[in-house]
Nanobody, 118 residues
């Protein structure tokens, strides 16, 4: 399994951004895929995940409706729509995938940088 993220950028506070993660290899509907983030000096934090087969999504506590995860099964792609970005959202965002319906973490992408200027 390989994961490739894209969409990271430098944006101003209040802006929106959409991240994409394309999976290749044995990814199928039995997998979950999702996003984690890590800012310098901080631990990796769970952002959102989605079960590819059923589309059930779940989010980290801090998201509070600002982010939405979605998937396109035909493209093995998950998206993270981020709205009303704040400076504390600045981090490297990592795509993850895993077998089953738990938190994905068997496979990781290289990360994409999101920087929010205030």
């Amino acid at each position: 399994v390989q994961l490739k993220e894209s969409g990271g950028a430098l944006v101003q506070a209040g802006a929106s951004l959409r991240l994409s993660c394309v999976g290749s290899g044995e990814i199928n509907s039995t997998f979950s895929m999702g996003w984690f983030r890590q800012a310098p000096g901080k631990e990796r934090q769970f952002v959102a995940a989605i079960i590819l087969g059923g589309g059930r999504a779940y989010y980290g506590d801090f998201v509070k409706g600002r982010f939405t995860i979605s998937r396109d099964l035909a493209k093995n792609t998950v998206y993270l729509q981020m709205n009303t970005l704040q400076s504390e959202d600045s981090a490297t965002y990592y795509c993850a995938a895993g077998k089953g319906w738990g938190l994905p973490g068997d496979y990781w992408g290289q990360g994409t940088q999101v920087t929010v200027s205030s």
